[in-house]
């Protein structure tokens, strides 16, 4: 279940040596929620968000941003720069 931590999208620039938030969502947000499954999280990401073409970008999962149901035990988020992808070019 959705908890309080946070999740964020981060623009990467320069070889990882800088990076610049881009969205940041927590848990509790409007702009969050689960999905029927129990599983998935659904996150409105605003179309300023991805705005570069070709750039990188890194999501960044609070450690307690979803806790377990039954127990209501904090999960483990996602590291920084685990989760990194691209934009397409057009």
Request: aromatic share 12%.
């Amino acid at each position: 279940m959705l908890s309080s931590g946070n999740i964020s999208i981060h623009e990467i620039n320069g070889n990882h040596k800088t990076e610049i938030v881009r969205q940041t969502v927590n848990g509790f947000a409007k702009f969050c929620s689960m999905n029927e499954d129990n599983k998935t999280v659904t996150i409105d990401v605003f179309k300023s968000t991805f705005n570069k073409p070709g750039q990188l970008y890194h999501i960044f999962v609070e450690d307690g941003f979803v806790k377990e149901k039954n127990t209501s035990e904090p999960l483990l988020g996602i590291i920084k720069e685990r989760w990194v992808f691209s934009t397409g070019m057009y």
